[in-house]
């Protein structure tokens, strides 16, 4: 029963370039959600979503980063034009229940970014 | 808004010896806790939960119990072992999952 997968691991992008993150939830998830963490630092919530609906993007920044999750296929973190304060950690989580649930999230083992 | 304040680390104990990490919340409502261990190059595990006041969460040997009085979670431990080393993270769950800061902890052996 495979997990929360992530990939790529690990993500070397220069600056101006885009970043595409992949997470595919543990099967039967239909709840995604996206953190980052900084080195030293706690996983800041960036954004939730299920199968084609955002549900709450308060912790995402408002510009250059969008979050999706197809009906099809894996949820993508997008990060467009990066610069090297973006360079982190990114860890997604699933879920199999609605919001509110007493539910622990399930994470991947996250997909390191290091922008150059 | 909902927050989680842990004792900041790092925190160095010799094997076998005790450990506690505090935490703390804020929180409207009740909500659920949880304990992440997070070992290195790695993601997050869940270690243990709560659900309800006085619930006793407990896994490995490392328990926490939810103290609504107090608004706490400690993690304790009765006895640590060099695989014990990781950073350990204090949540909460309204719908999304808020977390502490981290706690490094090394044991030497």
């Known amino acids: 029963n495979a997990g929360v997968m992530q990939n790529p691991r690990h993500l070397v992008r220069r600056r101006g370039q885009e970043a595409r993150l992949r997470c595919s939830p543990m099967?039967?998830?239909?709840?995604v959600y996206w953190y980052r963490q900084l080195p030293e630092e706690g996983l800041k919530f960036m954004v939730y979503?299920?199968?084609?609906?955002?549900?709450?993007e308060s912790g995402m920044p408002k510009e250059r980063f969008s979050a999706e999750f197809p009906k099809e296929g894996p949820s993508i973190l997008r990060i467009q034009q990066v610069v090297r304060g973006d360079s982190a950690a990114y860890f997604c989580?699933?879920?199999?229940?609605?919001?509110?649930?007493?539910?622990?999230?399930?994470f991947g083992n996250g997909t390191r970014l290091t922008v150059t | 808004g909902n927050s989680v304040t842990q004792m900041e680390g790092p925190v160095t104990l010799s094997e076998e010896a005790f450990l506690t990490i505090n935490c703390t919340y804020t929180?409207?409502?009740?909500?659920?806790l949880f304990w992440y261990v997070q070992y290195p190059g790695e993601g997050l595990q869940l270690l243990l939960k709560?659900?309800?006041?006085?619930d006793k969460g407990s896994n490995k040997g490392f328990e926490a119990t939810y103290r609504k009085e107090t608004t706490s979670f400690h993690l304790e431990k009765g006895s640590v072992q060099v695989s014990d080393s990781a950073v350990y993270f204090c949540?909460?769950?309204?719908?999304?999952?808020?977390f502490g800061k981290g706690t490094r902890l090394h044991i030497l052996p």
């Open positions: 989580a699933s879920s199999p229940s609605q919001s509110g649930s007493n539910s622990p999230l399930h």
């Open positions: 099967k039967g998830h239909s709840h």
């Open positions: 979503l299920q199968k084609e609906n955002i549900i709450d």
């Open positions: 929180a409207t409502g009740y909500p659920s």
């Open positions: 709560a659900t309800k006041a006085d």
């Open positions: 949540a909460l769950r309204d719908d999304k999952i808020i």
